[in-house]
């Protein structure tokens, strides 16, 4: 079920709501319910979908379970491999069986055809690297001795399950969540239900307003330079940049918040998955502000235990690298994938060796330093979202039409394109920009507006939906991973 | 209570502000017959044909809520190729409509067509769902997740239908204000086609829903037809759909010829399912066996279901423009040969006939 869709909005969530009330004092039997209406949120368009997902989850909580029992370091290490192959085995089949078919066995013609044709049409369940990621972590935890195994199973499947995460996350720690889940919650206070009620329609200002609008821009740019082979039509390339840039930070954000926005709803707390990221200064500012429920993840799981920064300069560039060609192959199987993760991890390397912000502050002084940092890193970051977005037959085209400068796009005989471009961008950086300035994000501000402010914000939101929302948009960009 | 209407006041504030202005634009706005979340109207993307020839048909024309007898549904292989005058030529009085549009709505998409034409019309006597043999929505490409089928679904029949303000209808005029530097609402529905079939597009209660193929004949020769034919003249394609993650695959001819007769039923109108013509030779066609058995086990559970034609009703490669779609000037004698075959099961003269009927086995 989308999080845009009337039926999540006006029909799901509301019912839930009202029977979640209902139950609030028993913690067994709101939990059991919140998995039962989290399974149903999953199953709308496929019920074969929950079968990875009960596997994953099943194995997971009897593994933890003996992982703790153990005493034999052997049958616990065992015990932790197992549950590892199968949850990378199911993310590794789904996710890379089509790409693997398609480019390697393609390649090599080893196998018949036939075979290829059968892995091409396996189906990537939504959400599958979310939810493994967070009961890998759990079952991590619990050999290193960090958490202890969760004593109810009905509230370790709704830590797993529970619905607003589950599809594109947060990645949420067992440590975070399921003691949130172990109680009775409050009841909702109106200022935390109004947060909530926020969070939400804010979220769906970014998807449906912001990011479905962006979408439309990619799609023109990149089909404009294509055509702008041989033709005078270029500069598209950057179009197709700047736009998916904030298309992919608007569409995951609204995730997060609609996220964040119906778990408050039910006393839960789900993490900060951004905070500003187009005003980072340099990579590792920007890895704590882009989907930092991934980036502690990948920290605390992948580049600490292979040895993080503590062995020196070569051994650190390696780990960063190796932990971010993961963290693209995580997304999706492709070679862009890889190209992006590497390039962010190049990133990372060049700012550890020398780090460039802190000499534009030197040299151009504080403020004007942080601004052409800020600058330079959205713009390295940018060719990442190039390698991310595009496909290998487009990428040569777009990266053509990129050495000619934006103002070309005026030929595109668009009246009032420009307008449109400019408006949808202000509307993403100067909500941001003002939680930047404060350390925050946008919707941390509404509770500290003036009342006439919230007005015009909540009329603004309405009208932005109403007038040029899109209506049949895209899906979530992070419902493919 | 207090710290409840402290809290929401900026909402409630918000909201009478909005009903204010809706009210005011309700009174002295614009008007636009097309104000319905069923469009998309973006900017930089052309609103889809097939949703203006649904909602035309649907509300604007008035052909689905008047009195008619015989309601067509399905794909566009009907919509081109059944002209609903030359059909009532044969049916002694009875009214037919051609409510057909395009396979881009899938299985899910006809059903739902059907289903709101008969809530529109509660006097009709029978269902008519005329789909071309070579161009099944099982076909990916027509899934049932399509997003044309889910706002059909979602915009015109089900609740959310009701959700429309009267400032919605700016939509249409902002996006080609962006796009065009206009903000009046274009004469042309759509910039693929010429002008007389823009008119025909806003008009077609004029031909009861009839339209003609939009192609002109002289830039596909019967040549170019064969080659069409050629490459798709087949049913595995359209017949199956992938399903558990991609583990198998369905067949779903059958369950939703099901779906339609328990439709009718629920309606209590009869149904009629109709394969349109095909420039296609049956023993060229892989696959046509297993298919075909799905619908003579559908025919068998299901004997008062009329099945006019056969899967491979094979017309002359002239009057076809490609694998499903009659030219226009084909289209009168397909029209009354159908009508009299309606007509002769309607009275009873031919029983329960056709080449799936049990007593054609």
């Given at each position: ?5 009337f039926?999540?909005l ?24 919140l ?44 015990l ?17 069986a ?24 396996v ?26 195994p ?6 370790y ?21 399921i ?94 998955n951004?905070?500003?990221p ?37 051994n650190?560039?390696?780990?960063l ?41 030197t ?10 940092s800020?600058l ?47 408006g ?19 919707t ?13 914000v ?7 939906i ?13 419902f493919?991973? | ?27 002295w ?129 089900g ?27 274009p ?25 003609p ?31 558990l ?14 779906r ?39 025919q ?16 002359p490669?002239?009057?076809m ?10 289209t ?30």
């Amino acid at each position: 079920m989308a999080f845009h869709s009337f039926t999540y909005l006006l029909g799901f969530l509301p019912l839930v709501l009202l029977i979640y009330h209902v139950l609030r004092r028993n913690v067994w039997l709101t939990n059991l319910f919140l998995t039962v209406a989290s399974w149903v949120f999953y199953a709308w368009f496929s019920l074969a979908s929950l079968i990875p997902l009960l596997t994953s989850s099943v194995l997971d909580f009897y593994i933890g379970k003996k992982i703790h029992a153990s005493s034999n370091p052997k049958t616990r290490k065992w015990l932790l491999i197992t549950s590892l192959t199968v949850n990378l085995g199911i993310l590794a089949f789904f996710k890379y069986a089509v790409w693997f078919s398609t480019s390697v066995i393609g390649w090599l013609h080893v196998v018949d055809s036939s075979f290829i044709t059968v892995l091409t049409q396996v189906v990537l369940p939504a959400g599958l690297s979310f939810y493994t990621f967070q009961t890998m972590s759990y079952t991590i935890d619990i050999y290193r001795g960090k958490e202890v195994p969760c004593p109810s199973f009905v509230t370790y499947l709704c830590f797993v399950t529970l619905f607003p995460q589950l599809v594109a996350g947060p990645i949420e720690r067992s440590t975070h969540l399921i003691p949130q889940l172990s109680r009775v919650r409050e009841v909702v206070s109106p200022q935390m239900a109004v947060l909530a009620l926020f969070l939400i329609s804010w979220g769906l200002f970014k998807k449906i307003v912001l990011a479905d609008n962006f979408g439309l821009l990619v799609e023109l740019g990149e089909t404009q330079a294509r055509a702008a082979q041989g033709h005078d039509m270029v500069g598209a390339g950057w179009l197709f940049a700047y736009s998916f840039c904030f298309q992919i930070y608007c569409d995951f954000s609204a995730y997060t918040d609609i996220a964040r926005g119906s778990a408050l709803l039910i006393g839960i707390d789900l993490m900060r998955n951004f905070k500003t990221p187009h005003f980072a200064r340099n990579p590792s500012d920007f890895w704590q502000r882009w989907h930092i429920s991934l980036s502690t993840w990948l920290r605390d799981y992948l580049y600490i235990p292979l040895g993080g920064n503590r062995h020196g300069g070569w051994n650190t560039a390696r780990n960063l690298l190796i932990t971010m060609v993961l963290g693209g192959l995580w997304h999706g199987a492709g070679m862009l994938f890889i190209a992006w993760g590497l390039w962010h991890g190049l990133l990372l390397v060049l700012y550890h060796m020398i780090p460039i912000d802190k000499h534009l502050e030197t040299k151009l002084g504080k403020r004007i330093g942080a601004v052409c940092s800020t600058l330079l890193f959205f713009h390295l970051s940018l060719f990442g979202w190039i390698l991310f977005r595009a496909s290998p037959e487009s990428l040569p085209m777009i990266l053509e039409s990129m050495r000619y400068n934006m103002s070309h796009i005026a030929r595109f005989h668009l009246e009032n394109f420009h307008l449109f471009f400019v408006g949808l961008v202000c509307a993403v950086l100067i909500p941001d920009w003002l939680a930047y300035r404060k350390g925050v994000e946008f919707t941390d501000l509404y509770p500290r507006m003036p009342g006439w402010c919230k007005v015009g914000v909540w009329v603004a939101i309405f009208y932005a939906i109403i007038l040029i929302g899109k209506r049949a948009g895209y899906d979530f960009i992070y419902f493919q991973f | 209570m207090i710290s409840f209407i402290s809290s929401f006041k900026p909402v409630f504030i918000a909201l009478l502000l909005v009903a204010a202005v809706e009210a005011a634009v309700h009174q002295w706005g614009s008007k636009s017959d097309y104000n319905s979340n069923f469009f998309e109207f973006s900017p930089f993307r052309e609103e889809k044909l097939q949703k203006f020839i649904i909602y035309d048909k649907f509300f604007l024309s008035g052909l689905a809520s008047r009195p008619s007898d015989i309601m067509q549904v399905g794909d566009s292989s009907g919509l081109f190729g059944i002209k609903p005058k030359m059909v009532e030529t044969q049916l002694h009085g009875l009214r037919y409509v051609n409510l057909g549009c395009c396979g881009d709505t899938g299985w899910k998409g006809y059903y739902d067509q059907a289903k709101l034409a008969l809530r529109m019309n509660p006097e009709a006597k029978m269902l008519l769902l005329h789909v071309g043999p070579m161009l099944l929505p099982g076909d990916p490409r027509f899934n049932s997740w399509h997003p044309l089928n889910t706002s059909l679904h979602d915009h015109l029949l089900g609740p959310w239908r009701f959700f429309t303000l009267p400032s919605m209808h700016y939509r249409w005029k902002i996006s080609r204000f962006i796009e065009f530097g206009q903000f009046d609402e274009p004469e042309i529905i759509s910039t693929q086609f010429d002008e007389s079939w823009n008119a025909k597009l806003k008009h077609l209660e004029h031909e009861d829903g009839w339209l003609p193929m939009p192609v002109d004949p002289a830039t596909r020769p019967v040549e170019a037809v064969q080659k069409i034919a050629d490459r798709n003249c087949e049913y595995e394609k359209s017949a199956e759909e992938v399903v558990l993650l991609g583990a198998t695959k369905r067949r779903v001819l059958y369950p939703w010829l099901v779906r339609f007769a328990e439709l009718a039923k629920d309606y209590n109108v009869k149904l009629a399912v109709v394969f349109g013509p095909v420039p296609c030779q049956r023993e060229k066609i892989a696959g046509i066996d297993a298919i075909e058995d799905e619908v003579r086990r559908f025919q068998k559970e299901y004997p008062d279901v009329f099945i006019p034609h056969s899967m491979v009703n094979t017309y002359p490669l002239e009057d076809m423009a490609d694998q499903i779609h009659l030219w226009p000037h084909a289209t009168a004698d397909y029209s009354k040969k159908l009508g009299g075959e309606l007509s002769g099961w309607l009275t009873g003269k031919d029983g329960a006939s056709g080449p799936y009927a049990p007593a054609a086995q």
